[in-house]
């Protein structure tokens, strides 16, 4: 009950901060990191989140600036922590890159606050044309419609591939990484930094870094602030690593947190440690250690300004294979899922997680054809007339696969052969994220 009063009063206050806004009153200015933002308006909303678009006052770019309250203080920051660790380690074409963060003191409350700067995508995503097209009748084009599925499928690729490299062996090759930077440095037309960072600082020292550093700290987000994502980025045909510069600022100035107040003689440390330096994008060398997102869903699922599909919102990605050998193991992870899980959209094997069993990356999958078939339909496949209006439950249908392709549908047996190998109940009889890639081709050609 205290987190849903301590809910409604974050939407009250955002709320009221919007209409000040709105009047333009000095409150649609904010202070982060040392810069000053004007917040255009809320993008969207969820829970103790909302998403602005923030104008930097300098330089007129724009950015998706999510703030996230954090009401229990240092254990929700430790948790967005873990969200702001998933943006920087998958490295990929089709997954969101994050610009900067910062952890605030909240003035109105006794918790924190967390801002995450991230791209701002004019063309929004799938849920919103999935909106508009229940509004308007329109279908889209097959053709988009699977290059669409196709990109989001190959930034999942990347979590379910990702590799952990060797402890000794990370941050091996600072160089290199510097030298990334300058080439991206040159490309875009900035002046080089004073000193060479690396693109993924080891959490460790990030956390722990000495107070004498701070102005250079909040040099380095000013760099990183006035920089952006390049059109011309060198990514191959099937999205590889990208070269860009994200470095993750979460040290605290004025009235802000201090990181490694967060994690000081915290277990949790070498953990997120040995996944901060552990960046290596799918690849033959290291130990393969798959992430599942766990909400794959229309709405997170952005459209770029070259109309490819952006994934992110990382707030429920965990370690994909997960071995529930006692009752209340699978009960943490079917309240996890609860939490974090988007219902309509949650693999059925979280509705009810059984002991014994292994959970694995293949929730994915099912999530992915959930969101093709509410692509093609604007609905998804559980949100039907019984159980929206007469009382069904989706949880039921969900477990059961009870779902019908419409009768009078626009699109080919390819759609409809890619929405039913994905929505299989048993996990075992799903494609693994390589044949669904493949799958789609073969729809596309």
């Known amino acids: 009950m205290s987190e849903f009063v301590e809910s409604v009063k974050f939407k009250v206050l955002d709320i009221i901060a919007q209409v000040q806004a709105i009047c333009c009153q000095p409150s649609s200015t904010l202070k ?9 308006k809320v993008l969207g909303e969820g829970g103790f989140s909302f998403v602005y678009l923030a104008q930097d006052t300098s330089s007129g770019r724009q950015f998706a600036l999510k703030k996230i309250r954090c009401p229990t203080g240092n254990e ?49 995503n799938l849920q919103d044309i999935i909106n508009s097209n229940a509004i308007t009748g ?27 490299k060797p402890k000794a062996t990370v941050n091996s090759s600072p160089d290199a990484a510097s030298r990334d930077l300058l080439q991206e440095s040159a490309r875009s037309g900035l002046a080089p930094p004073s000193r060479e ?34 059109d011309d980025d060198p990514y191959d045909d099937e999205g590889s690593e990208s070269k860009g510069y994200a470095l993750l600022a979460t040290k605290s100035r ?24 552990a960046d290596a994008a799918s690849g033959a060398e290291g130990i393969h250690t798959p992430y599942a997102h766990r909400d794959a869903k229309p709405a997170n699922i952005m459209i770029d300004d070259e109309g490819e599909a952006i994934l992110m919102d990382f707030g429920s990605t965990v370690r994909a294979r997960v071995e529930c050998k006692t009752r209340q193991q699978a009960l943490i992870q079917q309240d996890m899922a609860a939490e974090h899980s988007t219902m309509p959209y949650r693999a059925p094997e979280l509705f009810d997680v059984k002991t014994g069993v292994t959970l694995d990356e293949k929730v994915d999958i099912w999530s992915m054809g959930c969101t093709l078939f509410a692509l093609a339909y604007s609905h998804s496949p559980f949100e039907n007339t019984q159980t929206m209006e007469q009382g069904g439950s989706i949880a039921m249908a969900v477990m059961s696969a009870a779902y019908k392709h419409p009768t009078n549908s626009p699109y080919s047996d390819g759609v409809k052969k890619l929405i039913d190998m994905c929505l299989v109940v048993d996990p075992k009889g799903r494609p693994d994220i390589h044949q669904l890639i493949g799958a789609t081709d073969e729809a596309l050609n």
């Open 197 to 230: 960072p690396s693109p993924a600082p080891d959490m460790r020292r990030e956390i722990h870094h000495d107070v004498d550093h701070e102005n250079d700290d909040h040099n380095e987000r000013h760099k990183l602030l006035e920089q952006h994502p390049r």
């Open 254 to 277: 004025g009235g802000q947190t201090k990181a490694n107040v967060l994690f000081d003689g915290d277990d949790e440390l070498s953990k997120i440690t040995e996944d901060a330096g």
């Open 32 to 40: 982060i990191n040392g810069r000053t933002f004007n917040i255009v």
């Open 138 to 164: 329109a279908r889209l084009p097959e053709k988009q419609m699977l290059k669409l599925f196709r990109g989001a499928c190959l930034g999942l690729r990347a979590m379910h591939d990702f590799r952990v």
């Open 76 to 124: 929700g920051v430790k948790e967005v922590m873990r969200e702001i660790e998933a943006y920087r380690r998958f490295r990929h074409r089709n997954i969101i890159r994050i610009f900067d963060s910062s952890v605030e003191q909240d003035r109105d409350g006794e918790g924190k606050i967390v801002y995450l700067f991230l791209p701002f995508y004019q063309r929004g």
